[in-house]
């Protein structure tokens, strides 16, 4: 079956520019969350999306950081005014869902890169 | 707070050799999840297994097994045998106990296994 797909793979802006990066679940999979990683600061968790609930942005660096799921399906990771720090592998992850407890997997996409000149 | 440290930054061996990635975690949970990942050059982390904190068995995968020991909070990963294949980086990874249930990863530990 087909995993979690990201779009684009690779992305290189200019400082200043907004950037949306896509993500399409797992089909069936409730639960959604956005990672960074960077060679500084290894893996980080962003934001999680349950269902409809409204999202976990605990882990979002800064206000430039946004994030929508539509249809509890498809998110948009959103960077406004980019910055040279904000280069980095942008993961998604899916997984069931809270009826899966903590033993909950997420599967991975292949991340989008981001370059930021 | 949650930590995963992955001491080992990267090992070298060669084809066929054992070889085994160490890691060490700490959290005030009872109940949790460990996970290891396998990142291969291609980028996508690849899930290898889930074990929780109620099961220190030990579980073998063909080449691959995992020795979980909550006494001295590790859970390491073994490849006997080792194929260039398993050339990646690999991650240790502890989920939060809370309604997110956000991974904490270790900072990965790259293996290269030589021809």
């Known amino acids: 079956g087909a995993g979690v797909s990201q779009s684009p793979s690779n992305k290189v802006t200019e400082k200043g520019k907004d950037v949306e990066l896509r993500c399409d679940p797992i089909?069936?999979?409730?639960?959604l969350y956005w990672y960074r990683q960077s060679l500084g600061q290894g893996l980080e968790f962003l934001i999680y999306?349950?269902?409809?609930?409204?999202?976990?942005k605990s882990g979002l660096p800064s206000d430039r950081f946004s994030a929508e799921r539509t249809g509890g399906s498809v998110s948009t990771l959103t960077i406004q005014r980019t910055q040279q720090e904000d280069s980095a592998v942008y993961l998604c992850?899916?997984?069931?869902?809270?009826?899966?407890?903590?033993?909950?997997?997420?599967?991975f996409g292949p991340g989008t890169r981001l370059t930021v000149l | 707070a949650q930590k995963v440290t992955q001491a080992q930054t990267e090992i070298s061996v060669v084809e066929k050799e054992d070889v085994t990635l160490d890691c060490v975690y700490e959290?005030?949970?009872?109940?949790?999840?460990l996970f290891w990942y396998k990142q291969p050059p291609s980028g996508e982390l690849v899930f290898l297994i889930r074990?929780?904190?109620?099961?220190?068995q030990n579980e073998i995968s063909g080449r691959y097994s995992w020795n979980f020991q909550k006494s001295t909070s590790s859970f390491n990963f073994t490849i006997t045998a080792s194929q260039v294949v398993d050339s990646a980086v690999y991650f240790c990874?502890?989920?939060?106990?809370?309604?997110?249930?956000?991974?904490?990863f270790g900072s990965g530990t790259r293996l290269q296994v030589q021809p």
């Open positions: 074990r929780n904190s109620f099961d220190e």
């Open positions: 959290t005030r949970d009872t109940t949790y999840y």
């Open positions: 990874a502890l989920s939060e106990n809370t309604g997110r249930r956000a991974l904490t």
């Open positions: 999306f349950q269902g409809n609930s409204a999202p976990d």
């Open positions: 992850a899916s997984s069931l869902g809270l009826d899966r407890g903590l033993s909950d997997t997420q599967y």
């Open positions: 089909s069936g999979h409730t639960a």
